[in-house]
Structure formats: C-alpha cells, structure tokens
C-alpha cells in the first residue's frame, strides 16, 4: 500500500514568491493534517481536515498561507508570499477517520515532507 | 498547556542499549507516541503506550511509562547503526485529534 506522497520533495525560492505544497493521502483516509517542522523542533500542527473541511486552522498564518482539500482526497498548502521565517519542513499526514471516541488511536501517517528553503 | 521536554542528543555504542527519555505534563494525556525521523524523512511511528498501561514491548522495543512523574522512556535493545536517527516522545490528551510532539532526541550509534 503506497503511503502519503507530498511533492516537490524539496524547494529553494526567494522571499516574496508564492510556493506551493502537494500532498496525496493514504487511499481511505478522511483525515488530512499539514504541520510545520522547524529545524530542531517537532512537528506543529497548521491545518487539519475532515474530508474536505478545514475542522482546525487555528495556527495557520492565514495573511498568508492557505489551503485546501479539494474533493476530500488531495491536498495544497500554499503561501504568498513566502518570508524568510517560512524555511522549514512542511509535513502532510493522514489518519484513517477523524471522530474521536475515548481510547481511539487514531495513528497519524506522515508524508516524507517538502524542505522549503526562502532566500 | 501542554507540554513534553526531551534531552537533544544521546550516544551509543552499537551493540549496547539505548534509554531515550521524555517528560509531560498533561495528565489527561491518554497516549503516548515514539516516533523515528530518519534524515529526509517523515515520522514512522515506533510504538505507543494507552495512559492505563505502565509497560510494552515490541522487538527490541521497550516503553515504560511513571504517571505518577510524567515521565516517558523508549529502550532500544542491542542499537544498531540503522537506529541512528531522531527520536520524537508525543502526548495526545484525552479527546483531542492532534499530539503534541517533543523537539526530538537524536540518537547517535557508533562503532
């Protein structure tokens, strides 16, 4: 079974540009999760949704950053324009369903990431 | 709020046995994650512990949990060089979708 698949896998673009994230989930998974990774940090939660609904964007920069999940299956995050600060990993995930019940796992499959550099 | 305090680096020698080591704080928390960042890669869950439970095992495998402390450890029996990599302790509090994860230890193996 193929795993969460994100691309480009690395990109390197100059402050100011746009830039965005691709990201397939794992086939049968309703729940779709972005985070950011910063270097020497774990992962931090942007943007989660259920089929395609954005259910939790709390922490996503939304002046710039945005994203959506069309048809519930794929996903792009995108940020315009892209700063400095924004240089991190960017991880997409992917859960088997959303509703939580006490004592659900839930277990979360991370993609591989997109290594955004800003210059 | 919640929060998981990790060490950054551990070193071993390959052969020995590895004790990673993570405090939280939330004490709803009802699992408890490690997951393994190879370079390049995402993260591959390892295991996880249900809050009710005070031991697994799995391989080469160990978790134990302390409630009482908060404190969290992963054990990786006879540490090979493959198991070089960084290793993240998270909580999921009880009804919540998404874990909080620790800045990572990064196990080091060498000959």
């Known amino acids: 079974e193929a795993g969460v698949v994100q691309s480009p896998r690395y990109k390197i673009i100059e402050k100011k540009q746009p830039v965005a994230f691709w990201c397939n989930p794992i086939?049968?998974?309703?729940?779709l999760y972005w985070y950011r990774q910063n270097l020497g940090q774990g992962p931090e939660l942007l943007i989660r949704?259920?089929?395609?609904?954005?259910?939790?964007d709390s922490q996503l920069p939304k002046d710039r950053f945005s994203a959506e999940r069309l048809k519930g299956v794929d996903s792009t995050l995108k940020i315009q324009p892209a700063e400095l600060g924004d240089s991190a990993v960017y991880l997409c995930?992917?859960?088997?369903?959303?509703?939580?019940?006490?004592?659900?796992?839930?277990?979360?499959?991370f993609g591989p990431g997109t290594r955004l550099t800003v210059l | 709020g919640e929060d998981v305090e990790q060490s950054l680096f551990l070193s071993v020698r390959e052969g020995d046995s590895s004790v990673i080591n993570c405090t939280y704080t939330?004490?709803?928390?009802?699992?408890l994650y490690w997951y393994k960042q190879e370079p390049g890669a995402g993260l591959q869950l390892l295991t996880y512990?249900?809050?009710?439970?005070d031991m697994k095992q799995d391989q080469r495998l160990t978790v134990l949990l302390n409630k009482k402390d908060k404190h969290l450890s992963l054990r990786i029996a006879d540490t090979q060089t493959g198991d070089s990599a960084i290793y993240f302790c998270?909580?999921?509090?009880?009804?919540?979708?998404?874990?909080?994860f620790g800045r990572g230890t990064s196990l080091i193996v060498h000959p």
């Open positions: 949704y259920e089929n395609e609904e954005a259910v939790d």
């Open positions: 995930a992917s859960s088997l369903e959303g509703l939580i019940r006490q004592g659900d796992n839930n277990e979360q499959f």
């Open positions: 086939s049968g998974h309703n729940t």
């Open positions: 998270a909580e999921k509090p009880g009804g919540s979708y998404i874990p909080t």
């Open positions: 512990i249900f809050s009710n439970m």
């Open positions: 939330d004490s709803s928390s009802t699992y």
